[in-house]
C-alpha cells in the first residue's frame, strides 16, 4: 500500500519558523497536499502541490517537494499560537481506480510557545 | 454558504445497536468519502462514492454500510459488527471521481460505546 511518514511532534516559539516533513513511497503521486486539524475539528485544506513544482508559496506558508527524494516540507514563517494544530500530508497516486483517494500520514501536532 | 455538514456532533451508541451518521454537501459535489480517525493515527477510508447509486469499500469497511441514494447525502451507518467503533468520523467531497480533485472535510461526528 501506499505509505505517508510524519514526524509526530513538533514545538516552537512564538515568532519562529516551523517546518514540518512528511515523506511518501508512491512514485506516482500526483498532488500532495497539507490539511491542518484544530482539536475536535475536521480537516482544513491549507494547501497543495502538484507533483511537477518543486515549490509552491502563499503568504506565511511555504511548500517544497524534493521529487527524487519523494520528501515534502511545509515551513510556516512567523509561527503564531493559532497555528498549533495537527497538520496532515496527504498524497492522491495517479493509478486507475485509486485515482483521486487521498493517502494520509499519521499527523504531526504543532505545539507554539508563547 | 457552500459547505459539508456532518450530524450529530456527538453519537453514542448501546452494544449490538446500529447507529446512522449524517453526511450532507450544497457544493454539488459528484465524489463523496467516509473516513475514519482514531488518536495518533492517520485518517482511514471506509467508503466512497463516485456518483449517485454507486459506491465502493474503502481500507475498512467491515461493519460500516453506506447509501448514496442522492448527490447531496451520503449517511453512514455502524452496524452492531463493528466492534471497535469509538472513533472520530470524517466526511469529505470532492468535484468530480476518477480525477484528481481536492477533497472538502465536513466538522465530523465523534462516536462514543456506552
Known amino acids: 500500500g501506499e505509505d505517508v511518514e510524519q514526524s509526530l511532534f513538533l514545538s516552537v516559539r512564538e515568532g519562529d519558523s516551523s517546518v514540518i516533513n512528511c515523506t511518501y513511497t508512491?512514485?506516482?503521486?500526483?498532488?500532495l497536499y497539507w490539511y491542518k486539524q484544530e482539536p475536535g475539528a475536521g480537516l482544513q485544506l491549507l494547501t497543495y502541490?502538484?507533483?511537477?513544482?518543486d515549490m509552491k508559496q502563499d503568504q506565511r506558508l511555504t511548500v517544497l517537494l524534493n521529487k527524487k527524494d519523494k520528501h515534502l516540507s511545509l515551513r510556516i514563517a512567523d509561527t503564531q499560537t493559532g497555528d498549533s494544530a495537527i497538520y496532515f500530508c496527504?498524497?492522491?497516486?495517479?493509478?486507475?481506480?485509486?485515482?483521486?483517494?487521498?493517502?494520509f500520514g499519521r499527523g504531526t501536532q504543532l505545539t507554539v510557545w508563547p | 454558504d457552500g459547505g459539508i455538514t456532518q450530524s450529530p456532533k456527538y453519537l453514542f451508541r448501546k452494544e449490538g445497536q446500529n447507529v446512522t451518521l449524517s453526511c450532507e454537501q450544497n457544493l454539488n459535489h459528484d465524489a463523496m468519502y467516509w473516513y475514519r480517525q482514531d488518536p495518533g493515527q492517520g485518517l482511514r477510508l471506509i467508503y466512497y462514492s463516485q456518483i449517485v447509486n454507486d459506491f465502493q469499500k474503502g481500507d475498512i469497511a467491515e461493519g460500516y454500510s453506506v447509501s448514496r441514494e442522492k448527490k447531496e447525502s451520503f449517511p453512514l451507518t455502524v452496524t452492531s459488527a463493528q466492534k471497535n467503533p469509538t472513533a472520530f468520523y470524517l466526511c469529505?467531497?470532492?468535484?468530480?471521481?476518477?480525477?484528481?480533485?481536492?477533497?472538502?472535510f465536513g466538522p465530523g461526528t465523534r462516536l462514543l460505546v456506552l
Open positions: 496527504a498524497e492522491t497516486p495517479d493509478r486507475g481506480s485509486t485515482l483521486g483517494r487521498l493517502y
Open positions: 502541490i502538484f507533483s511537477n513544482m
Open positions: 508512491d512514485s506516482s503521486s500526483t498532488y
Open positions: 469529505a467531497s470532492s468535484k468530480q471521481a476518477g480525477v484528481v480533485e481536492t477533497q472538502y
